[in-house]
């Protein structure tokens, strides 16, 4: 009913920038909040940045280098991503928190994006 796409991983050396991206779409009433995780191997899945009408989050660890930002009008999410570092490899996930039109919330996850950084 509602999908999430993700875009813009790929290898990139240190100090270098990317951009990923995310659609939502499908069945969507109002989305409160759009957030971007990432699981490296071996390790949980961690909260990147998330975006919503009042907050703006961000890992200790990416503050300053990277940029969340939203089109509510297009159901999107992007993640501007500078100074990279190998630490920043992993899977990265578009996470979508829906209202419905009872009121309530759910999760939807897109299938992950690939951001690999070399030394």
């Known amino acids: 009913q509602v999908q999430l796409v993700e875009s813009g991983g790929g290898l990139v050396q240190a100090g270098g920038s990317l951009r990923l991206s995310c659609v939502a779409s499908?069945?969507?009433?109002?989305?409160?909040?759009m957030g971007w995780y990432r699981q490296a191997p071996g390790k949980q899945r961690e909260l990147v940045a998330s975006?919503?009408?009042?907050?703006?989050v961000y890992q200790d660890s990416v503050k300053g280098r990277f940029t969340i930002s939203r089109d509510n009008a297009k159901n999107t999410v992007s993640l501007q991503m500078n100074s990279l570092k190998p630490d920043d490899t992993g899977v990265y996930y578009c996470?979508?928190?829906?209202?419905?039109?009872?009121?309530?919330?759910?999760?939807?996850w897109g299938k992950g994006t690939l951001v690999t950084v070399s030394s």
């Open positions: 996470n979508a928190q829906m209202v419905k039109v009872d009121g309530t919330t759910m999760d939807y």
């Open positions: 975006i919503s009408s009042m907050h703006t």
């Open positions: 499908g069945s969507i009433f109002s989305i409160n909040r």
